[in-house]
């Protein structure tokens, strides 16, 4: 069964930028697409962008100019990075995995989650 | 972007009882919608895909409709494991969105 883990500092300040790693366990990363969303504290899920196992990608336009999602597919982990954080990014991170429904795709794994703060 | 409200907010019903919750498109995603539960510090959990189509282990209790812009999610007959948060999704058009989630609580 595949699992997702979601990893990386709990804590950025102000001005910097926040990276986070999802590692894809009980299976191979090749072959699917992959999303990072976020919800803020009180707030709805926002899609963050998606990546393919190629590494081809596909963001968020009101984040797009401060994102960036990587993958390595050798070790069955991808990236995401948001430049010039301020505290309306602290939220709560999740890494999901998409299912192809015949040509049309839904998040079917989702990470826990990871929380981060920016914060001075 | 393409708006989604849900409704009610919150939902206060007893275990056993019927649950009907609504998803209203700002304009059609066609059938492209889904359903996910959430529960409080776990991965939400991919209930209904394309509008009516349960996921893999998705109790028959549970059941997707509609098509357009106005959806809905029934649970027949509430257990208590189905106390959470439920939210919608479309992919159909411009960046993904969601709804700002219903939460079925216990009366």
């Known amino acids: 069964q595949v699992q997702l883990q979601e990893s990386g500092p709990g804590l950025v300040k102000p001005s910097e930028t926040l990276s986070l790693t999802c590692t894809v366990s009980g299976g191979s990363i090749n072959n699917y697409y992959w999303s990072w969303l976020r919800q803020p504290p009180g707030k709805e899920l926002e899609w963050i962008g998606w990546i393919y196992s190629s590494g081809s990608t596909n963001y968020n336009p009101s984040l797009k100019s401060r994102v960036t999602i990587s993958v390595d597919t050798s070790k069955d982990q991808y990236s995401l990075k948001l430049t010039s954080v301020t505290a309306a990014d602290t939220a709560v991170y999740h890494c999901a995995r998409y299912f192809d429904a015949g040509g049309r795709h839904y998040l079917d794994v989702w990470g826990n989650g990871a929380t981060v703060t920016v914060s001075s | 972007e393409i708006v989604l409200t849900q409704s009610p907010a919150t939902l206060s019903l007893s275990p056993g009882e019927r649950a009907t919750l609504s998803c209203r498109a700002s304009?059609?995603?066609?059938?492209?919608l889904a359903w996910y539960q959430h529960k409080p510090g776990q991965a939400p959990r991919l209930l209904i895909y394309d509008a009516s189509n349960r996921a893999t282990g998705i109790p028959a209790r549970f059941s997707g409709s509609g098509s357009g812009t106005d959806f809905s999610l029934t649970i027949s007959s509430l257990e208590p494991e189905d106390f959470a948060v439920y939210y919608c999704h479309q992919r159909h058009n411009g960046p993904e969105t969601f709804g700002q989630g219903t939460n079925v609580e216990v009366k």
């Open positions: 304009q059609s995603v066609s059938s492209y």
